[in-house]
Structure formats: C-alpha cells, structure tokens
C-alpha cells in the first residue's frame, strides 16, 4: 500500500533531476515509483522508493509497468505522474542521423504520451495531476537544438491539449521548466553528436565548423543551475492544491520566456548574437 501522504510516479529516475526529484519527495513522506532502464545506483536504499523497471519506449512495457503499480498502491491512485526522462539531440539537423532523430522524439515526446495513457486510471483514482517536465527550447528555437526543441514543443502542444481533455475530472497538467542544468544529459548529448559527426561525411560537417565552434565557445559561458531547482518545481507542482499550469526553474527561464514574444525576427538576431552566429558567412 501506499503510504498516506500519497504516492507518486517518476519516470527518469536513474540520475540528474529525476534522482534528485524522487529524493526530496520520499522526503516529503511519499511513496515513490522510480522508473529507470537499468541501472538505479542512484536512488538505491533510499527509504520510501520503490523502483521500477520501465523503458517509456516501450507501450507493452509501460502498460505491465502500470499494473504493477496498480497492485502496489491497492486502488489508492496516484498522487501525481512526473514525466521526467528524456534526452538531448544536437547538431545540424542536415546531418542528425535518422535514428537519432527518431529516439529523440520516442524518448521525449512518445514517452510521456505512452505513460500518460497508461497511468490515467492511477491518476484518476488518486485524484492526482499530471506533471511534464519540458525546455525553454519549446518556444525560444536555437540552431543546432532543433531536435530536442522540437520535441518539448510538441510535448507541450500534447500537454496543454490534455488539460482541457482532463478538465471535467479537474487532473492538472502541469510543465516544469528546467534551465541548463548541471546534469549528466548535457555530456551524454554532446557525446552523441560528436560520434554522429564523426560518422557524417567530412565534406558536409566541415561547412558547420564555423557554426559549432561558436556554438560550443557561446555555450561553455552559460551558466548552469543545480538539479535541486529543478526538483524543488516538481515538488511544489505534486503538493500545491491547486497547481499552475507552468512552473520555472530559474530566473533564465522566466527571461527567455520574455524573448519568447519578441518580434520572430529581432528573436532570431538575437539568439545568433548570443551564440555568435551573426558575424559567420558561408565558406566559398
């Protein structure tokens, strides 16, 4: 059964903001399903945690991983769903592979849809509330972040239509809205689209080498913000009676949505400002 405080579900939950997530709600006296692929190192032990294996890829997967709940929580609910895991795609998309391209959208965007539908019956139960961890590249695009932009933006589209689809059983939908954040999905990322690069043909990546080392110059200055932030979000949005629709994870994020609604074409100048863009012509 679960414990009286509620119980919750965390997708992601192996490392970065879903570890870190799922320890400060077992904290706050609730039980906690955490969903990794694998290894679960980091929420190993910690008291109130119940792990599960889930790969959000997966329907089939998703659907066994719900009924185990079910049984575990004896029709109590769910409190809240967190859908936290995700990765990062990067690079022209000229020369993203195909399979990436792909993995990035069942991870983020697919994902979330499968666990959604599967676990509504839990959530329903529980009178709880769906909560979709996003980015600032939904809705401010940066060259050489489209997939992952792309993605968010479209995991947002699913969200806010799912609010009104959810309105008559008062389920919320909310967004959490992390920054860059020091994680390992960064490294992970970076790692990814080197080795696509290294697998491209030389021809086509030498015209965006230019791009890239402006791009990784620009980024290296950007700060970063622990994944505590990101979790302290999540946490108000499972215990608030009434959650808001969006909750930002730091002071970047609530500028970023200002640029947001700028003119899209002082937007577009500024962002390749920013990741000095601006100044770079095309080789000969």
Known sequence: MADTKGAVLVTGANGGIGAVAVRALADRGMTVFATVRGDASAIAGVKGVRVVEMDVTDPAGVALAAKKVAHDTGGAGLRAVVNNAGVIVQGPLELVPPDELRRQFEVNTFGPAYVTQAFLPLLRAGRG????????????????????????????????????????????????????????????????????????????????????????????????????????????????????????????????????????????????????????????
């Open 129 to 284: 509330r769906v909560i979709n961890v996003s980015a600032p590249t939904a809705w401010v695009p940066v060259p050489f972040l489209g997939p992952i932009g792309a993605s968010k933006a479209a995991l947002e589209s699913l969200s806010d239509a799912l609010r009104g689809e959810l309105a008559v059983w008062r389920i919320p939908v909310v967004l959490i809205e992390p920054g860059t954040t020091k994680t390992l999905i960064f490294a992970k990322a970076e790692a990814a689209a080197r080795a696509a690069l290294n697998d491209a043909d030389p021809g086509r990546v030498a015209l965006y080498g230019p791009h890239l080392a402006a791009v990784e110059k620009a980024s290296a200055n950007q700060r970063s913000s622990p994944p505590e932030k990101a979790a302290a979000a999540i946490v108000k949005a499972v215990e608030a009676r009434r959650p808001r629709r969006w909750y930002p994870a730091s002071g970047d994020v609530r500028m970023l949505r200002l640029v947001s609604h700028l003119p899209a074409r002082l937007r577009e100048a500024l962002i390749a400002r920013t990741f000095g863009l601006s100044t770079i012509e095309a080789p000969a």
